[in-house]
């Protein structure tokens, strides 16, 4: 995948003006809570949803750092659309680095195919309305005897038939549902042992269901549904298992999972950025009676603001530096891989809680004039507040990263851990 960013400089730029215009329908959007479909148009006009599809499929090739800008900048005018076009990006993502067991070649050409005539969304589909978010607590439970491989029973499942597969199950938080054209979809096998795998499933299928249950507090407009599959019929070849190792234990992780974390990230640090410019244009507006002048002579708004801009700066080049590392990063060492993607978990955390902290100050320096329903810094903090619910949860990243520091400790020299008298 290609990392220059002058490359794409006319496609950034493109970004840019759609994300002036989309930011003109963001509160009828949040209003409404339904998908805004015309911006996906307009995104494939402008060549977006090919945006990293592999060069020698007659994408653009872009990598990981030039995506994370693009989302951001949408996300900054309207960010339902841009969760909905990250997770599109994960999926062709996943496939350029061989991630999620390994996307078929025949499988990946037809989506990238698809995506290059035009608005053909993918996104996966992995929690189970029987086990509830993997984020939050529901078990991934496990097959007797296969490590690594899920327990049938509330899962979804994919029975062999004589030309194929049988695939039954619900799954939650289907992003962009209505709008997709597949989902990649986890699921296990009803085979003895069983497998645990993948399945492109398109959504016009017979058998396949939506079933339209998003209400949620921000980013209204995802349209992340529930989706069930009844009987859904599929080829032999739109199955595939995920890895496994000669010894029938999972195999090493395959790389690729930095999308999905930065990609998220960068939605949300997208809203921050909105919520800056709203405050921004606040204090230079708002003049009350009593001050005389706007609020932005204040040295209270002036630091404050100041605040925001350090805050968002930092939370920025955090996801640049990452996403540049895991375009950098083919040939490397899995140890070094595994590092970068710590440091995406840490970057993807560090988004969220920057855009609930900038959000909330926001609000704070606009007073009852930012907490009215009809003002967009309220909805800036409610769409920040979503981020919550994306996986895994901030309290079980900074125990893994902790676990893993103090793992590390007993590599370093005695003397280097002495603390100074």
């Known amino acids: 995948m290609t990392t220059n960013t002058d490359e794409f400089a006319p496609l950034l730029a493109s970004a840019r003006e759609l994300a002036r215009r989309f930011a003109g329908q963001a509160d009828a959007i949040d209003r409404s ?7 996906f148009q307009a995104l494939f006009d402008a060549g977006l949803l090919a945006l990293n599809i592999r060069k020698e499929q007659g994408g653009h090739g872009a990598g990981l750092a030039v995506s994370e800008a693009v989302v951001r900048t949408i996300a900054e005018g309207e960010p339902s659309t841009a969760l909905v076009l990250a997770m599109h990006y994960i999926q062709h993502g996943a496939i350029a680095a061989g991630a999620e067991g390994g996307w078929p070649e025949h499988l990946a050409r037809t989506v990238a195919d698809a995506a290059l005539r035009g608005v053909a969304l993918v996104n996966a589909s992995k929690v189970d309305a029987g086990f509830g978010s993997l984020s939050h607590g529901g078990p991934p439970g496990a097959a007797p005897g296969v490590p690594g491989v899920p327990a049938a029973e509330g899962r979804t499942v994919a029975r062999r038939t004589d030309d194929g597969w049988s695939i039954s199950g619900h799954k939650k938080y289907v992003t962009g549902s209505r709008l ?8 296990v096998t009803d085979e003895t042992p069983p497998r645990a795998g993948n399945a492109l499933i398109p959504l016009d299928a017979e058998g396949v269901s939506i079933v339209d249950v998003w209400n949620p507090l921000g980013l209204r407009g995802t349209g992340s549904h529930d989706v069930v599959f009844d009987n859904v019929r599929l080829p032999h070849d739109h199955f595939f298992a995920r890895p496994v190792a000669a010894d029938g234990s999972a195999a090493p992780p395959v790389r690729g999972g930095g999308w999905y974390l930065l990609l998220v990230g960068s939605v949300y640090l997208g809203v921050a950025q909105a ?23 204040l040295p209270r708004f ?8 350090a805050s968002l700066a930092a939370a920025r080049h955090l996801l640049q530096s990452v996403a540049r590392a895991y375009d950098a990063s083919a040939g490397i060492a899995q140890d070094d891989y595994e590092q970068i993607d710590r440091d995406a978990s840490a970057a993807r955390i560090s988004a969220i809680n920057t855009a609930i902290a900038v959000t909330g100050l926001a609000l704070e320096l606009a007073g009852h004039e930012g907490l009215t329903a009809s003002a967009d810094i309220v909805r800036h903090h409610r769409n920040a507040l979503q981020g919550r619910g994306h996986g895994p949860k901030e309290s079980a990243v900074h125990l893994r990263l902790g676990q893993q520091a103090l793992r590390g400790a007993a590599f370093l020299d005695a003397s280097s851990r002495q603390l100074p008298a």
């Not at 809570?33 to 911006?39: E, I, K, N, R, S």
């Not at 997709?180 to 699921?187: E, I, S």
């Not at 919520?275 to 002579?297: C, E, H, K, Y």
């Open 275 to 297: 919520a800056r410019n709203s405050i921004v244009a606040f204090a230079n507006a708002f003049s009350p009676g009593s001050l005389g002048a706007a609020v932005a002579t």
């Open 180 to 187: 997709l054209r597949w989902v990649n979809v986890a699921l």
């Open 302 to 309: 002036q630091e404050q603001i100041g605040r925001i801009e």
């Open 33 to 39: 809570g339904q998908l805004p479909v015309a911006h």
